[in-house]
């Protein structure tokens, strides 16, 4: 069974700062890797999408890389502002069968970043 | 941009009522999901529906929960008689279809769900 874990559960960092967040898993046939976005109380917001043959993916001031063999994603945001804060969450898409599109989610790690 | 649609928002319901949580997917999607998270909770898979019927589902999809896509554009979660550990947010999500680029996932904005 696939596990997704989240390094770390919160982090709290000035406005500015470059700053790392880890996923990991279990299990290494995956499909693909998603992050997402999720304010207080909202919907998921995807920001990037990590095909399993890729080893990563930028949009804008984040970049998320891929090492399938480790089990590990990790997202890298560039200049932090206030805006940023929110909850990321990692989420998997295990390989074949009948469970397509099916995905497993991390705990998330809960941002704030103050001015 | 196209997106994905869920309604009520919010809704309340009474402990042993049946409740049904609508959702309008991305329109050239063919997969679609329902997955719940409770407060303060990993958001958890229930269901996976593609061709008409459901190609997967999680232990807590037991018979208490059914999908239905009545039409070419409504995607449905009903609960037959809600209990209180069925109060969470309900996200509804699809996605294209297989290949290169047919794989992220594109969620709702939720419907949380109060049962008193």
């Known amino acids: 069974k696939q596990e997704v874990t989240q390094i770390p559960a919160a982090l709290s960092v000035p406005e500015g700062e470059n700053l790392v967040l880890n996923c990991s898993f279990t299990d290494s046939a995956i499909y693909n890797l998603q992050w997402f976005r999720q304010d207080p109380g909202k919907g998921l917001t995807s920001l990037l999408l990590?095909?399993?043959?890729?080893r990563e993916q930028t949009s804008g001031r984040l970049n998320a890389s891929l090492d399938k063999s480790s089990g590990r994603s990790t997202l890298y945001i560039a200049a932090s502002q206030p805006g940023d804060s929110a909850t990321y969450l990692c989420?998997?898409?295990?390989?074949?069968?009948?469970?397509?599109?099916?995905?497993?989610f991390g705990q998330g790690t809960i941002l704030t970043v103050h001015p | 941009e196209p997106e994905v649609t869920q309604t009520p928002s919010h809704q309340v319901t009474q402990m042993g009522q049946e409740v049904i949580l609508r959702c309008v997917p991305i329109?050239?999607?063919?997969?679609f999901y329902w997955y719940r998270q409770i407060l303060g909770q990993k958001v958890e898979f229930l269901v996976s529906?593609?061709?008409?019927?459901?190609?997967?589902k999680s232990e807590i999809f037991d018979d208490q929960f059914s999908v239905e896509r009545p039409d070419g554009s409504n995607f449905t979660l009903k609960i037959r008689s809600t209990k209180l550990e069925d109060s969470a947010m309900y996200f509804c999500?699809?996605?294209?279809?297989?290949?290169?680029?047919?794989?992220?996932?594109?969620f709702g904005q939720g419907t949380r769900l109060t049962v008193v």
């Open positions: 529906f593609y061709n008409n019927e459901i190609s997967e």
């Open positions: 990590i095909q399993s043959s890729q």
């Open positions: 329109s050239n999607h063919l997969y």
């Open positions: 989420a998997v898409d295990r390989a074949g069968g009948t469970s397509y599109g099916k995905l497993t």
């Open positions: 999500a699809s996605i294209p279809g297989r290949g290169f680029d047919g794989t992220e996932a594109f």
